[in-house]
C-alpha cells in the first residue's frame, strides 16, 4: 500500500538516456502513481512505466528513496535501454513548454534568428528542434551551478542571465550579462570538465537547451555550428588567458590542474602557434605536435596518432610545456581537433557507465 507521506504528484527527471528513443536526458514524467499526468509530462512510454514499477514499490516501501538528488536505475528490457532517473515533488516543477509541431515550427523561426543557427536551412533547424527543450527559468534561478558537468547546451531566446564567479574575497560576483542568442555552459558541454562558474536568471529566462548528446552531433554534422563555436571559444580563451598568450612565443610551463589540457589545446589552436607540447603525470609522458594550431600528431607509450591522443585527452593531473620550436613532423593526425575533443569525451562517458 502507498506511503500516505509520499506526496500526490511526483516528478521523475530522466538524468541519464542510453539506447533509448523515447526520453532525452533533463526530461521530465509526471505521476499520479500508477497514473501518468499527460499534461505535465515530456512524453508517455508504456514500457517505461512497465520498467518502473520495481523502483515505484522501493519508493513506496521507504521513506529514504524520496530524499532529492536520489539517482535510481531503470532497464527497459523490451527495448533494452537504460536510464538513470530522479524523483523531485511536482509542486517545485518549473515550467517546461512542450514542443508540438505547431511549436516546432515556432521556434524553427525563431531558432533561425540565432547567430549560432544563422546558416542553417529549416529542415536542419527542424531536426535539431525536435531534439531540444524550451524551460522557464524564474527570476534568480540556477541555470547552471559552478562545478556541475554540463548536461546540455543552454541558448538564451528571451530575457537576460547573469553570470557570477568567485572573486579574491571568495564571494560571488556578477562577471558578465548575456542576453538573448547567448550560449551558456558551452566549455563543459564541448571539454567535457565542469562549469567553472554558475549562471543565474536574471529576470524570466526562456531556455532553449539542447541535450549533450544531440549537440556533439549537430557540432560535427554542421560546419558552421563547429565554426561559430571554435570563433566563440577563441574569443573567451584570448579574453581570460591573455597572460598564457603572451607567453607562448616564448614557451609556457604549468600545471593541468590550473589550466585544463582541452583548454590549453584550444588557446594553441586557436592561436596559430606551432611548437611541441610535452606532458607528465604520475611518470607518464606524452607529446602533441602543432604547426600553426593544428595537431598533427600525438605519441604516448608507444603510440602516435588519434589513439595516442585519446589516451593523453583522459589526463587531469600533471605538468605541460610548451617549447615554442619548429615543428617538422609529417602530419599522422588529419582530423580537426575539436572532433577529436569531442570523441575524447564521447569515450570517457562511454567508459565511465
Given at each position: 500500500?502507498?506511503?500516505?507521506?509520499?506526496?500526490?504528484?511526483?516528478?521523475?527527471?530522466?538524468?541519464?538516456?542510453?539506447?533509448?528513443?523515447?526520453?532525452?536526458?533533463?526530461?521530465?514524467?509526471v505521476v499520479r502513481w500508477p497514473e501518468v499526468v499527460k499534461s505535465t509530462s515530456d512524453k508517455v512510454c508504456a514500457r517505461f512505466m512497465?520498467?518502473?514499477?520495481?523502483?515505484?514499490?522501493?519508493?513506496?516501501?521507504?521513506?529514504?528513496?524520496?530524499?532529492?538528488?536520489?539517482?535510481?536505475?531503470?532497464?527497459?528490457?523490451?527495448?533494452?535501454?537504460?536510464?538513470?532517473?530522479?524523483?523531485?515533488?511536482?509542486?517545485?516543477?518549473?515550467?517546461?513548454?512542450?514542443?508540438?509541431?505547431?511549436?516546432?515550427?515556432?521556434?524553427?523561426?525563431?531558432?533561425?534568428?540565432?547567430?549560432?543557427?544563422?546558416?542553417?536551412?529549416?529542415?536542419?533547424?527542424?531536426?535539431?528542434?525536435?531534439?531540444?527543450?524550451?524551460?522557464?527559468?524564474?527570476?534568480?534561478?540556477?541555470?547552471?551551478?559552478?562545478?556541475?558537468?554540463?548536461?546540455?547546451?543552454?541558448?538564451?531566446?528571451?530575457?537576460?542571465?547573469?553570470?557570477?564567479?568567485?572573486?579574491?574575497?571568495?564571494?560571488?560576483?556578477?562577471?558578465?550579462?548575456?542576453?538573448?542568442?547567448?550560449?551558456?555552459?558551452?566549455?563543459?558541454?564541448?571539454?567535457?570538465?565542469?562549469?567553472?562558474?554558475?549562471?543565474?536568471?536574471?529576470?524570466?529566462?526562456?531556455?532553449?537547451?539542447?541535450?549533450?548528446?544531440?549537440?556533439?552531433?549537430?557540432?560535427?554534422?554542421?560546419?558552421?555550428?563547429?565554426?561559430?563555436?571554435?570563433?566563440?571559444?577563441?574569443?573567451?580563451?584570448?579574453?581570460?588567458?591573455?597572460?598564457?598568450?603572451?607567453?607562448?612565443?616564448?614557451?609556457?610551463?604549468?600545471?593541468?590542474?590550473?589550466?585544463?589540457?582541452?583548454?590549453?589545446?584550444?588557446?594553441?589552436?586557436?592561436?596559430?602557434?606551432?611548437?611541441?607540447?610535452?606532458?607528465?603525470?604520475?611518470?607518464?609522458?606524452?607529446?602533441?605536435?602543432?604547426?600553426?594550431?593544428?595537431?598533427?600528431?600525438?605519441?604516448?607509450?608507444?603510440?602516435?596518432?588519434?589513439?595516442?591522443?585519446?589516451?593523453?585527452?583522459?589526463?587531469?593531473?600533471?605538468?605541460?610545456?610548451?617549447?615554442?620550436?619548429?615543428?617538422?613532423?609529417?602530419?599522422?593526425?588529419?582530423?580537426?581537433?575539436?572532433?577529436?575533443?569531442?570523441?575524447?569525451?564521447?569515450?570517457?562517458?562511454?567508459?565511465?557507465?
Amino acid at each position: 500500500m502507498p506511503d500516505s507521506s509520499l506526496p500526490e504528484l511526483l516528478r521523475i527527471v530522466i538524468v541519464e538516456a542510453e539506447s533509448c528513443d523515447c526520453y532525452l536526458p533533463g526530461e521530465q514524467v509526471v505521476v499520479r502513481w500508477p497514473e501518468v499526468v499527460k499534461s505535465t509530462s515530456d512524453k508517455v512510454c508504456a514500457r517505461f512505466m512497465a520498467a518502473l514499477q520495481p523502483v515505484m514499490e522501493e519508493v513506496l516501501r521507504s521513506s529514504t528513496g524520496r530524499i532529492p538528488g536520489n539517482v535510481y536505475s531503470v532497464r527497459c528490457r523490451a527495448a533494452d535501454c537504460r536510464l538513470k532517473i530522479r524523483f523531485e515533488d511536482a509542486d517545485t516543477i518549473g515550467k517546461t513548454e512542450r514542443l508540438e509541431s505547431r511549436e516546432v515550427e515556432e521556434l524553427v523561426i525563431e531558432m533561425s534568428e540565432l547567430p549560432i543557427f544563422a546558416r542553417l536551412e529549416s529542415d536542419a533547424l527542424a531536426q535539431i528542434a525536435n531534439n531540444c527543450m524550451v524551460k522557464i527559468f524564474e527570476p534568480g534561478e540556477e541555470i547552471i551551478k559552478r562545478g556541475e558537468k554540463g548536461q546540455s547546451l543552454s541558448i538564451i531566446l528571451d530575457g537576460a542571465a547573469t553570470v557570477m564567479g568567485k572573486q579574491e574575497d571568495d564571494a560571488d560576483h556578477a562577471i558578465a550579462f548575456l542576453g538573448k542568442g547567448d550560449s551558456i555552459g558551452e566549455m563543459s558541454v564541448l571539454t567535457g570538465e565542469p562549469t567553472s562558474a554558475t549562471v543565474l536568471a536574471g529576470d524570466e529566462c526562456r531556455i532553449l537547451e539542447i541535450p549533450q548528446r544531440n549537440f556533439t552531433g549537430v557540432v560535427m554534422k554542421y560546419p558552421s555550428v563547429s565554426l561559430y563555436f571554435t570563433r566563440l571559444l577563441a574569443e573567451r580563451l584570448r579574453a581570460s588567458n591573455k597572460q598564457i598568450l603572451a607567453l607562448l612565443d616564448g614557451g609556457v610551463t604549468g600545471k593541468l590542474t590550473t589550466l585544463g589540457l582541452s583548454e590549453l589545446i584550444q588557446i594553441i589552436k586557436m592561436n596559430v602557434r606551432s611548437g611541441v607540447l610535452r606532458l607528465t603525470s604520475g611518470g607518464k609522458r606524452a607529446m602533441l605536435y602543432f604547426r600553426e594550431g593544428r595537431l598533427l600528431d600525438a605519441r604516448y607509450s608507444q603510440k602516435n596518432g588519434e589513439e595516442a591522443f585519446f589516451q593523453i585527452a583522459t589526463w587531469q593531473q600533471g605538468d605541460f610545456q610548451f617549447d615554442n620550436v619548429p615543428v617538422q613532423c609529417e602530419p599522422v593526425i588529419t582530423t580537426d581537433v575539436m572532433a577529436l575533443l569531442l570523441e575524447a569525451m564521447r569515450r570517457s562517458d562511454e567508459s565511465a557507465r
